[in-house]
């Protein structure tokens, strides 16, 4: 009878403990389970949060309760309903940190292909293969930035010798329909590459002069399209029997554009010009500082002389007047150039005020394809920090993007401070050919006494 009691007891006390470990590894399960039920917006979401909660720069996340932020945020965007709405959801959860190169690009933006092409290497490409198994970046567009304002949309640079310069289109402009659909980065020339579309543009505020302006579209390659660029923008102004020389730097991500710059004032289109404009606006950053040597720096000039007698002096230095251009758009390593043509006085630093974006960012392409850029490092400057803070020019000039019909103050008023330069610098070899020119003669009334 006892036996079969303790058998009994023994039998309950087995199945009990069963029960709770069954109950545990359920328990244990729960978060698993609900990882594979998780929805691709639940998915893409909290990657977002554990790539920055495993890799930003300031392991106290610039003062943000980075948990609260994943809590907050996660269920509108669960509820999105397309990416392009998860894609403003998960921006403003990272707006949160108050911190630059800090933002998720989807697949549907320029800037995407444009940072994929900045910071290719074989690791990252490696990863690249299994979205664009051909290895090519190309996307089809136009080559304008954009900017929106109130709701609307801008043109608010345009790349030199792109299908949008060509087709005439001005910064300034608003964008309103491509072919009668609305306007879309992307999305609007999708095969439409070499294809004539419709683009209509509003030029003034009134709305009873809209205009349609063809354009054709082009694929363009993301690791190219920037050196291009500046390379169609270099130009000779003349003015008064002066010669101001222009690039437009559009992205300094790489030492081919330091390259481009010393090429054409050594043996280019500005060897021979009196004086340069060096515009930093817009586009990407990447400049190191020594990139500002070819103005300050000390270094021998070579002469060359050929067979027939014929010399060539070759100068890898900037000695005549510069200024530098920039605004909301020079962002990163153009803000560390500016602090040094402003600090060590190379030239006037022209336009308005940057944006105060000077972290150092690394791509992460998610599982979906899509992009995370990510401050990973905190930057200072002679033990300054300019991040949040930026440089001011020291000639403001605004600009009204809105209906500016290209007009472009900033630039014009580059000009005009190099003109003066070049005049007093007249003035004063005038002055000092006058004084030796007077001595001379002192000199030789002298001897004929």
Known sequence: MKTFKIKKISRLLTA?????????LFLWLI???????????????????????NNFYDPNFNGVDWKAMRTKYEQPAEQAKSIDELSVVINQMLAELKTSHTHFYNKSEPAYYQLLGIFKSDY???????FFPDGNLVYTDIGAFTKEINGQTFISAILDGSPAEKAGLQTGDRLL??????FKPIQSFIDKADKEVKLAIQRTPDLNQNQTITVVPKKLDPTTIFLEAM?????????DNQKIGYIHIWSYAGDQYQQQLVREITYGKLRNADALILDLRDGWGGAIPSYLNIFTGKIPRLTQILRDGKKTNVDYQWKKPVVMLVNQGSRSGKEILAYGFKRYKIGSVIGTKTPGAVVGGSPFLLKD?????????NVFVDGERLEGKGVTPD?????????????DPQKEKAIAVLMEALKKKSEVRSQE??????GLELTTKSVDL
Do not use: H
């Open 124 to 130: 990252l490409w490696k990863q690249l293969r299994k």
């Open 395 to 407: 000639i403001e000039v605004p600009f009204t993007l809105e209906y500016a019909q290209g007009a």
């Open 177 to 182: 329909t491509v072919d009668g659909k609305p």
């Open 369 to 377: 394809g899509n992009l995370l850029y990510l401050a990973v490092a």
């Open 231 to 239: 390379q169609a923008s270099t130009e000779i102004i003349n003015r």
């Open 31 to 53: 978060p698993a389970f609900s990882t594979l039920r998780q929805s691709p917006n639940l998915a893409l979401y909290n990657e977002v949060w554990q790539t920055v909660n």
């Open 433 to 438: 050919s006058e004084l030796i020119s007077g």
């Open 16 to 24: 009990g403990i069963l029960t709770i470990s069954m109950c545990l």
